[in-house]
Structures are given as C-alpha cells and as structure tokens.
C-alpha cells in the first residue's frame, strides 16, 4: 500500500524528510510506499479530509480550521517548542510600542498558518480582536516589507525563517514580539483519522523517520540549509541561522499542547476566523498515544 504525505517548504522536518530517502527505506519491510504530495500548508487538514493525503505537517492553526471545517483529523506528534522561529516587527522609529498600538493598523502575515494563531494571541492578550481591531493581510510577491514598515505603510509584519534573519540585518526595524513571547510555536504532525487507526504501524514508523531526519539535520546544518537554499527564497547562509533556530526534537502530543491549541481554538470562534467553537481533545487517538511515545523513546535512547 502507499502513504500519500504532504510537503511544503515551511515544514522543515517533512522538506527534507522527502528528499533523505529514509521513509522509503524504513517502509520497505513493511510492503509500503510513500508519494510525496507538494502542497500549501494552510490547505493541509482540508487536504486529509479529502483523502487527498494521509499525513501532513504544519504549525498550530491550520489543524484548528481543519477541524473546524468538520475534517475528521488526529494529532500524532509535535516538535519542541521553536521560540525564535518567527517575530512581529515593527518600524523602529514608528507609534507601535506595544501590541495594542496595533489597533487601527494593517498587519502583514501568512494568514491561516501559525502566524494567525500568534497575532491573534497577542492581540487578545491585550483586549484587543484580530477580527475587529487590525487589518490582516497576506504578504504579496516582490513586496520589500520592511521598506513599508519604515515608510509606515503597515505597522506590523510577521517575519519566519530566513526572511526573519535577513530582516533583522535591516536598518529601523525593531522585534515587537518573539514567537515564543507568545505561543510555543510547534511544530505539528496530524493525519486522517481512519489512516492513522487503521494502519498505525504506518504513522509510527513515520514519527520515527521525522525523527531521524530532525537527528540529520541537527548534525549536518549545512547539507539541511543547501537543500532549503536550492528550492526555497532565501540564501544558504540565512538558511543556516534559521535552521539553527529550531529544535530538531519530535515529542508525543503533551496536554499542555491541546489546552494552547484550546485556547486558539476559542479565540479563533470569537473572532470569526473559525465558524464554530470546536473541542481540540477530540483530535485525539489514545491507540496512537503508546506506539508514537514507543519509537520516540528508542529514537531518543539511541541517540545517547
């Protein structure tokens, strides 16, 4: 049989996960294949209701809306928290000090990924709405948006990566909020729910290759940022840093985790951003629970 898993180039553990060969050859003795499925990682929970795929890999929000929309979808495993993976900047001279300056002011994010959970996080933490107090838009192409901040044009960008890098390199831009001032920022894995019951054997031996990949990466920084660099915006050298910046540590799903993404889950419904409360504990399957916790342990066990 075959796995269909999504990959874009905002997850770096699936990126390059699907170029090391070591699902291939983990799946082998089990009679299995893998397709990697290109995708855009807000798109990933309509994608698993769908069938489209079976196992996808995104931030925080993205499994929020797909849950929200009805796609019948389960947590399987997180990173570590990324603190330093993504920053709200703001024009160093400009009237925004804090986040409730925001108020009345266009903030340029990737709207639907985790970048919509963290500003609408900082915002309520200050009684403000994502919906009714900021106008949130999608950066476009060939935008300079740290030029827009410094002329005013907008008062805050979300920056990630190695965008978030070269930005701090500019001149009159100032960090507002890191990422892990915020939210943990992880890193989540989840797959249809049919898939991962019926063919669990299949989501474990997944964990335990994006484990081994993070393992790769941690050890070969620059053979991870030349596989970026040679695909994605960005240069090899910020790649690098970026890079750095994670965890490459893959964790069973912890309660702390669904209570954040609870709390997402109820200021996304107030804000309209979702269409209806929903309850995260149900993306949950304890079958799951033993078999990811028993290759994450040998994983981390060998790795000593």
Avoid: C
């Amino acid at each position: 049989m075959t796995v269909t898993i999504g990959v874009h180039g905002s997850n770096p553990s699936l990126y390059l996960l699907a170029r090391l060969g070591i699902l291939e050859r983990a799946l082998e003795p089990l009679g299995e294949t893998v397709t990697w499925l290109p995708v855009e990682g807000t798109r990933v929970g309509e994608l698993l209701g769908a069938g489209t795929i079976d196992f996808g890999g995104t931030g925080s929000t993205p499994p929020i809306v797909g849950q929200a929309q009805g796609h019948d979808l389960v947590y399987v495993a997180v990173s570590a928290p990324r603190p330093e993976h993504g920053a709200l900047l703001v024009a160093d001279e400009g009237p925004v000090r804090t986040p409730a300056d925001l108020a009345g002011g266009t903030v340029v994010l990737s709207i639907g990924s985790w970048q919509t959970h963290f500003v609408a996080k900082a915002l309520n933490d200050v009684g403000l709405s994502y919906r009714d107090d900021i106008t949130p838009v999608r950066p476009a192409a060939g935008q300079d948006q740290a030029a827009r901040l410094r002329a005013g044009e907008i008062a805050g960008w979300v920056a990630q990566g190695p965008e978030l890098v070269a930005a701090r390199r500019e001149s009159g831009l100032r960090v507002l909020h890191r990422v892990g001032d915020v939210i943990t920022d992880r890193s989540v894995f989840f797959a249809r729910r049919a898939f991962a019951e019926e063919r669990s054997e299949v989501v474990a031996t997944v964990v335990a290759a994006l484990r081994e990949a993070d393992a790769w990466a941690a050890a070969h920084p620059e053979e991870a940022a030349e596989l970026h660099a040679a695909e994605l915006p960005g240069t090899r050298a910020d790649w690098v840093e970026a890079l750095a910046a994670l965890p490459w540590r893959l964790e069973p799903v912890p309660a702390s985790f669904i209570a954040e993404q609870q709390e997402a889950a109820d200021i996304f419904a107030a804000n309209g951003f979702i269409d209806r409360p929903i309850t995260v504990a149900d993306a949950q399957a304890a079958e799951l629970s033993a078999p990811v916790a028993r290759v994450l342990a040998a994983a981390d066990g060998a790795g000593r």
